[in-house]
């Protein structure tokens, strides 16, 4: 209703031009800023006990889409699979991701601190990737970057079920639903800013 609403408030007041289309993206988007502040502050108990499970997850998020598919798609070559390459890759990444999804099946871990630990070590695959772009010509082949892709799909599965299983037990059970929503907002966050921080290995 919100969104019907602004759009019969932005067509009535902005004229039509490329102008007024950008008058009303910043109209939404402030919108939606001061919604999101007004529902941090209206569920500021339960962002405070969820908080390092939401910052888990956006940590993860912003390595990920930092490295995935940005570095993956500009900065990787092979003179072997040639235009498979990026193919594979992205399937690898892709299919482990899935894995660490479904691992939580067979393995849940339950120790917070551990599990937002591991989302801090993932920093080190930003040196890693760096590595494979600029280090000796052994870690610039096929098989290292292949490794580190499907690790980091591996890790970005298995942790973000954790952490959005963990979440909601951390909790009142009254209140277990409305953690699961603060959760995809921290996971919003996280998917902007690795959105943003990707364009760098384009730059």
Same mark, same amino acid.
């Given at each position: %209703?919100?969104?019907?609403?602004?759009?019969?408030?932005?067509?009535?007041?902005?004229? !039509?031009?490329?102008?007024?289309?950008?008058?009303?993206?910043?109209?939404?988007?402030?919108?939606?800023? %001061?919604?999101?502040? *007004?529902?941090?502050?209206?569920?500021?108990?339960?962002? #405070?006990?969820?908080?390092?499970? #939401?910052?888990?997850?956006?940590?993860?998020?912003?390595?990920?889409?930092? *490295?995935?598919? #940005?570095?993956?798609?500009?900065?990787?070559?092979?003179?072997?699979?040639?235009? /498979?390459?990026?193919?594979?890759?992205?399937? $690898?990444?892709?299919?482990?991701?899935?894995?660490?999804?479904?691992?939580?099946?067979?393995?849940?871990?339950?120790?917070?601190?551990?599990? *937002?630990?591991?989302?801090? %070590?993932?920093?080190?695959?930003?040196?890693?990737?760096? $590595?494979?772009?600029?280090?000796?010509?052994?870690?610039?082949?096929?098989?290292?970057?292949?490794?580190?892709?499907?690790?980091?799909?591996?890790?970005? $599965?298995?942790?973000?079920? %954790?952490?959005? *299983?963990?979440?909601?037990?951390?909790?009142?059970? !009254?209140?277990?639903?409305?953690? $699961?929503?603060?959760?995809?907002?921290?996971?919003?966050?996280?998917?902007?800013?690795?959105?943003?921080?990707? /364009?760098? /290995?384009?730059?």
């Amino acid at each position: %209703v919100l969104v019907s609403m602004l759009r019969i408030l932005t067509k009535a007041v902005f004229p !039509q031009d490329a102008d007024g289309l950008r008058k009303s993206a910043y109209l939404y988007f402030f919108t939606s800023i %001061v919604f999101m502040v *007004i529902c941090i502050v209206l569920y500021n108990n339960i962002v #405070g006990t969820v908080k390092w499970y #939401g910052f888990g997850i956006v940590l993860i998020y912003v390595v990920t889409l930092s *490295i995935f598919p #940005g570095y993956i798609t500009e900065d990787v070559h092979s003179l072997v699979l040639k235009d /498979w390459y990026l193919v594979l890759l992205i399937t $690898g990444y892709n299919v482990f991701d899935l894995v660490g999804k479904s691992l939580t099946a067979v393995y849940l871990l339950e120790n917070a601190k551990v599990a *937002i630990s591991a989302c801090v %070590v993932r920093l080190l695959f930003f040196p890693l990737f760096i $590595g494979c772009l600029h280090g000796p010509q052994l870690f610039r082949t096929e098989f290292p970057v292949s490794l580190l892709t499907c690790l980091l799909g591996l890790t970005n $599965g298995y942790l973000t079920s %954790v952490l959005m *299983i963990m979440a909601p037990k951390s909790i009142q059970i !009254q209140h277990a639903e409305t953690s $699961g929503i603060v959760m995809v907002l921290f996971l919003v966050v996280g998917l902007a800013s690795g959105s943003v921080i990707a /364009w760098f /290995w384009v730059i």
